[in-house]
T-cell receptor, first 115, second 111 residues
Framework: DTAVSQTPKYLVTQMGNDKSIKCEQN?????MYWYKQDSKKFLKIMFS???????INETVPNRFSPKSPDKAHLNLHINSLELGDSAVYFC??????????????FGEGSRLTVL | DQQVKQNSPSLSVQEGRISILNCDYT??????FLWYKKYPAEGPTFLIS?????DKNEDGRFTVFLNKSAKHLSLHIVPSQPGDSAVYFC??????????FGTGTRLKVLA
């Protein structure tokens, strides 16, 4: 039973299209994240939600819109895809205790290729 | 601004020997550090962590050392096993939900 699951695992699409990646966690965590790993292998945070509230938005183009319908889900919608959006996108979750966030649990990643 | 740096992109070690992976950081506000291990086509998995109030944390074959004055941490794996071959990421956080990762070091343990 996968703790953090993302779909789809692979996504190939044309420039200009709109696509979504879904993420679900069954760990009961209160915080979820989207990270991007680009061709240089940097794992960069994009967004973080705590109890469905956006708490981190790291200068990501507004073509990227996260949505958290509930604590267990954090989806990522990308409009007008560009070549530079090609990357592996990782969803993660963690549990906050006393205002401190514990370790991250990652999904398997979604590899997006924009042609 | 790369707040967490792993200057060795790769490392090869013989099975049974010690693997030492290094990480440097610049943000003095970091108070918690983590190491993650990543196999191909999988997400990173948590390995071990250390709070800034400690200088060492041990878990089985894995030990993390923190030198705050040098802003340096290292992960020691003893003894190294072929199954340890993976990419290792270090990360730092100031407890504000923001984990900053290094670029990773690819460890290859030779049988």
């Amino acid at each position: 039973d996968t703790a953090v699951s993302q779909t789809p695992k692979y996504l190939v699409t044309q420039m200009g299209n709109d696509k979504s990646i879904k993420c679900e966690q069954n760990l009961g965590h209160d915080t979820m994240y989207w990270y991007k790993q680009d061709s240089k292998k940097f794992l960069k945070i994009m967004f973080s939600y705590n109890n469905k509230e956006l708490i981190i938005n790291e200068t990501v183009p507004n073509r990227f819109s996260p949505k958290s319908p509930d604590k267990a889900h954090l989806n990522l919608h990308i409009n007008s895809l560009e070549l530079g959006d090609s990357a592996v996108y990782f969803c993660a979750s963690s549990q906050t205790s006393g205002g401190i966030s514990g370790e991250l649990f990652f999904g398997e990643g979604s590899r997006l290729t924009v042609l | 601004d790369q707040q967490v740096k792993q200057n060795s992109p790769s490392l090869s070690v013989q099975e049974g020997r010690i693997s030492i992976l290094n990480c440097d950081y610049t943000n003095s506000m970091f108070d918690y550090f983590l190491w993650y291990k990543k196999y191909p086509a999988e997400g990173p998995t948590f390995l071990i962590s250390i709070s800034s109030i400690k200088d060492k944390n041990e878990d089985g074959r894995f030990t993390v050392f923190l030198n705050k004055s040098a802003k340096h941490l290292s992960l020691h794996i003893v003894p190294s096993q072929p199954g340890d071959s993976a990419v290792y990421f270090c990360a730092g956080t100031s407890g504000t939900y923001k984990y900053i990762f290094g670029t990773g070091t690819r460890l290859k343990v030779l049988a």
